[in-house]
């Protein structure tokens, strides 16, 4: 497998060059490792290499993997969350990238209340409504937005969203420039910073920076392919 270190220089490398396309200063762009399904060992090669960000999609398998590594280390949470799970995630990640709904919104709001923390999050946009996918839709989230912003304990990053599956590269910008088109929208009617655009993976994370994302969530690129379990979803 290819060496960690040089895959992090590669893709960060790469960050730099498509925020200069952009006429944008790479130190605005974040890269979360997405270290999903890999274990300690591997993970702390990333950390060997400097790299503290790194981002999880299920809380059972993080909440093994974060008490084994630094504390230095800082946590994003970016898979669906259940209800039952806020405290732990709470507890575990600075950072959740997948808030979907109000009702989990609220939820989390009270449980970081008891917690004493002010946690950021995203909100996951499913402006595509697929099926497959959860997040909110355009629709819920203007309905939404007075609400998730008057939450004390939760601080609203910005937009965050996982695009369609689609042919071209082309299309995916298109995806991302309709995200970062709605929360300039968003910005100016409520009169509110939303600074983050969470977007863009292994196979467009260029893209995205030049559709103006602030972190872009980057797994297989660093790691190589991932082997998923049998009967594990992703
Ligand atoms: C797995 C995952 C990624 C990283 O995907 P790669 O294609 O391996 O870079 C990014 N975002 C989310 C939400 C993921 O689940």
New binding site residues.
């Given amino acids: 497998m290819a060496d960690i270190a040089t895959n992090l220089r590669r893709v960060g490398a790469q960050i730099s060059r498509a925020a200069a396309r952009a006429d944008r200063d790479p130190a605005t762009v974040e890269l979360?490792v997405?270290s999903?399904t890999w274990p300690v060992p591997v993970l702390q090669d990333v950390l060997d290499a400097g790299h503290y960000l790194l981002?999880e999609?299920k809380l059972q398998e993080a909440a093994a993997k974060i008490p084994a590594l630094p504390a230095t280390t800082r946590w994003h949470f970016?898979?669906h969350l259940q209800r039952n799970k806020a405290r732990k995630a709470l507890e575990l990640f600075e950072t959740i990238?997948?808030v979907d709904s109000l009702r989990l919104a609220i939820h989390l709001d009270r449980i970081a209340g008891e917690l004493k923390l002010k946690s950021k999050i995203y909100l996951q946009l499913n402006a595509a409504e697929e099926e497959s996918k959860s997040g909110f839709s355009e629709g819920e989230l203007r309905e939404g937005l007075d609400a998730l912003l008057a939450l004390e304990h939760l601080r609203v990053e910005g937009l965050?969203s996982?695009p369609p599956a689609v042919e071209s590269p082309e299309e995916a910008r298109l995806s991302f420039r309709e995200l970062a088109g709605l929360r300039d929208e968003l910005q100016d009617r409520w009169g509110v910073a939303l600074p983050g655009l969470s977007m863009g993976?292994?196979?467009d994370?260029e893209i995205a920076i030049e559709e103006g994302a602030t972190i872009v969530?980057?797994?297989?690129?660093?790691?190589g392919?991932?082997h998923v379990k049998p009967g594990a979803s992703?």
């Fill in positions: 979360l997405v999903k981002g999609n970016i898979g990238h997948s965050m996982i993976m292994s196979h994370f969530r980057v797994g297989s690129s660093i790691f392919p991932r992703k």
